[in-house]
């Protein structure tokens, strides 16, 4: 499904501050299956992350969404494959202050123009099956951890994409949410979406539901688990 | 003289122009030497990158080109109070040898920048950069005609002498006179001229609704809008002039943008050489109707320039009309004086 050729990213390239974050990586990440990229700090995972899911480009190399190239495509093409595509967990919920879970979670879907009413029937559904309806009126300061980690999740849903990109999603939960958070993959894998997830968290890598451990170290794939 | 304010505008606008221009050549030379959609090297890369830059760059100086005609006949007009004997821009661009070369290039390179940005507009449609080469290889082509541009009006604004006694338009474009290009097209007769020129924008017209609704004929099209802004640039000195001015000897295609005739040249100008670009930019994209990634998105824009160039040679022949309906000049023989 998604297919990574001879990836390299280096970051101020030809200033002495020059720092080479993936080195030659090539990958093939299956459908449907989820795939956890584990490894220290600074191994790379999250800068793959961000090629993968069209937040960056690479200095080198392609990548292939479903046989089509999509490195070399135009940004106005990559906003549109990245907000139809993929959807984003991130260590922090990242939601934005001052305004309701609900809004928060329909943000995505407003460049799409799919009508208020039904975006918001569908917003209140995916509040609903992670437990959270009753705070979709609530400031999203108002939620806890846990709370605000299962509306970003709703939000990277809103679109219904067919690839879920988590970055260290377990970093700022404890153990009871980590465990909850991973029956919600379980939940994405039964539906039959990619999941890709980065993180050095046990209870991630050695949990049944995952198919694939790509083992990163300095900026290289160091193997398989 | 170099000091007036529209003058530095000019010179600013065409030295940013040229420089920008440069600068773009330079990389488009290494687009055309090194593109390889295929490739995943590092050059490859930068280099698609490189184009968002470019591009964007160039839409802007472009767009500036398209400005600076106007520009440079404004100039022209206001600076006419400057020089003995000039009594319009017509004037103005006479005090040297460089006035009319640069207006001359001028026009040709509002005609090639349009043509540029059609094809660029084109390109940013397909997800593969479909046209690169080719607009890239347009730049180069363009490129030698602005920096010559840039060179020729620098040495006509930098070369102005006060002290130089010009013609006025009435002698420059007069029947009179028996050479030069103006007062030959000013010698055309009005009466068989209006005639060509009706029938020509008739033909345009129905060319251009026939391509848009049948999608048949995009070629003739194009080389009919060419040819239909040669005839309106010799209508306008041979009659159209005549019926502004109310005056049966007056053919200058200058003093229609001045105040006293409520600037109506600015109008028609604008409309034509719009009408043109988007006329012959049928044209230059018709080859590539069937690159894959540009499928059914450029035969929409394609149908978009149609209408525009039609629309902008409609209401064209519409002001144009008018003019001579409200006119107070009837001409019902030849003047010959």
Redesign the interface.
Same mark, same amino acid.
């Given at each position: 499904m998604i297919e990574l050729v001879n990836v390299r990213k280096v970051f101020n390239a030809g200033n002495p501050s020059e720092f080479s974050a993936l080195n030659s990586v090539n990958l093939n990440i299956a459908q449907n299956k989820v795939t956890v990229l584990k490894g220290p700090s600074g191994s790379g995972k999250t800068t793959l992350l961000s090629i993968v899911g069209c937040m960056s480009r690479p200095s080198a190399g392609r990548v292939k969404l479903n046989g089509r190239e999509i490195t070399s495509l135009p940004e106005r093409f990559l906003t549109d494959i990245r907000r139809k595509t993929f959807g984003f967990i991130f260590q922090q919920p990242n939601l934005i202050k001052g305004i309701s879970v609900l809004e928060n979670v329909m943000l995505p879907a407003y460049p799409l123009g799919e009508k208020r009413s039904s975006l918001k029937v569908k917003a209140m559904q995916g509040l609903a099956e992670l437990n959270i309806a009753s705070k979709a009126a609530s400031k999203v300061e108002w939620l806890s951890g846990g709370e605000a980690q299962r509306a970003s999740i709703v939000r990277a849903l809103i679109n219904n994409p067919s690839i879920i990109i988590a970055d260290e999603p377990t970093a700022h939960l404890d153990t009871k949410l980590s465990y909850r958070f991973m029956e919600i993959i379980e939940k994405f894998k039964s539906e039959g979406k990619t999941v890709i997830i980065t993180s050095h968290d046990p209870l991630v890598y050695d949990a049944a539901i995952v198919d694939r451990v790509v083992n990163f170290r300095d900026g290289q794939i160091e193997g398989e688990s | 003289m170099v000091l007036h304010p529209t003058v530095i505008a000019n010179l600013l606008a065409s030295y940013i122009s040229s420089f920008m221009v440069l600068y773009a050549t330079y990389y488009g030379a290494q687009i055309l030497r090194h593109w390889n959609?295929e490739s995943? %090297? #590092?050059l490859?890369?930068i280099l #698609?990158?490189k184009t968002?830059l470019i591009s964007t760059v160039l839409s802007y100086v472009f767009g500036l080109q398209l400005l600076s005609l106007f520009l440079y006949i404004f100039t022209a007009d206001v600076l006419c109070p400057l020089f003995v004997g000039a009594m319009c821009a017509a004037g103005t661009l006479n005090v040297n040898g460089f006035g009319y070369p640069t207006l001359v290039l001028k026009v040709v390179n509002f005609i090639l920048a349009g043509l540029w940005l059609v094809l660029n507009h084109a390109d940013?449609q397909g !997800? %593969? !950069?479909p046209l690169i080469k080719k607009k890239y290889l347009l730049l180069a082509f363009v490129a030698p005609f602005i920096v010559l541009e840039t060179i020729l009006q620098s040495a006509y604004f930098l070369g102005m002498e006060a002290n130089v006694i010009t013609s006025c338009c009435g002698s420059m474009f007069s029947e009179e006179k028996v050479s030069g290009l103006g007062s030959e097209i000013a010698s055309l007769p009005a009466q068989p001229m209006m005639w060509i020129f009706y029938v020509s924008m008739l033909c345009t017209l129905a060319c251009g609704f026939f391509f848009y609704f049948k999608n048949k004929g995009g070629y003739v099209y194009a080389a009919l809008s060419m040819l239909m802004f040669l005839v309106s640039l010799v209508s306008i000195v041979s009659f159209i002039s005549l019926y502004i001015y109310e005056l049966p000897t007056h053919h200058c295609p200058f003093c229609i943008i001045m105040e006293d005739y409520h600037y109506i040249g600015y109008l028609l100008y604008v409309l034509l050489f719009g009408a043109v670009v988007s006329g012959i930019g049928i044209g230059a994209l018709m080859p590539f109707r069937g690159i894959p990634s540009l499928e059914g998105i450029l035969s929409g824009f394609i149908r978009k320039l149609a209408l525009t160039s039609i629309i902008f040679y409609a209401a064209f022949a519409m002001f144009v009309t008018y003019e001579i309906l409200t006119s107070s000049l009837v001409i019902s023989y030849e003047v010959v004086y």
């Open positions: - | 959609i995943g %090297d #590092e490859q890369l #698609e990158r968002y940013n !997800y %593969d !950069y």
